[in-house]
């Protein structure tokens, strides 16, 4: 199922109709159908607003994984981040959600994130990360991204689904989860993950098809190197 088909279950189960979900999200009615004819993705600003409004699950909008209600059980929600105070900012950290530095993988997610608070100086300053809100935490597995991302590593995920060349991107291709670096035609006829160990190779998404089939789920900001 595609995150076009499951916007639509969502909207379906929730029972309304496209122009009615469209008011009640601030859109036209035509953004709507276009998201669910697959003319538009289903973007992690969307996602967010559904799961704000209508507690359908984010993650699960963007990636098929855990329930589509957050409170039903087994499901995954996307706990938005928030400061808890001017200086401190919490970020979601998911243990068991990982990106593939390698072929893909589609993950064994736990339920529940854990939220973990940082300093915002600290954050600017040694990391330099100078957004603090739609942050996330995950581990990378494999080696493709070395010596950039090391294998074992975690990296603190900006969600959104806007790339710039060179940007290092957590996407999801048809259930597998991908952690790559981003180049793309300016017209957008043509897409590449590179990896930056030359020993993978890169993948090539050069059709309307492929590329629809491609999800940006965030940017990495910054990496954090256990010991």
Known sequence: MTASERFKKAREHLGLT???????????????????????????????LMENNFSIGGWWLLTGVGNMLIDSENSLPTIPTKSL??????????????AAAGYGSI??????????TFDKKFLDQFLNVRRFDMLDIIRVVGDSMEPFIQNGEYVILERTDKAY????VVANIQGQVYIKRFHADPLMRW?????DNEVYGDINLDTPEHIEALSIIGIVRAKIKPF
């Not at 993950?107 to 973990?116: A, D, H, K, T």
Request: net charge negative.
């Open 165 to 168: 060349n060179g940007e290092t």
């Open 191 to 195: 897409i590449k993950l590179v990896s």
């Open 85 to 98: 105070s001017e200086d401190i900012v919490s970020i979601n950290y998911y243990p068991d959600i990982y």
């Open 18 to 48: 496209q122009q009615v979900l469209a008011e009640k999200l601030g859109f036209k009615q035509y953004k709507i159908k276009d998201i669910e004819t697959k003319k538009q993705k289903v973007s992690p600003d969307i996602a967010e």
């Open 107 to 116: 993950n064994e997610y736990g339920l529940e994130p854990e939220i973990m």
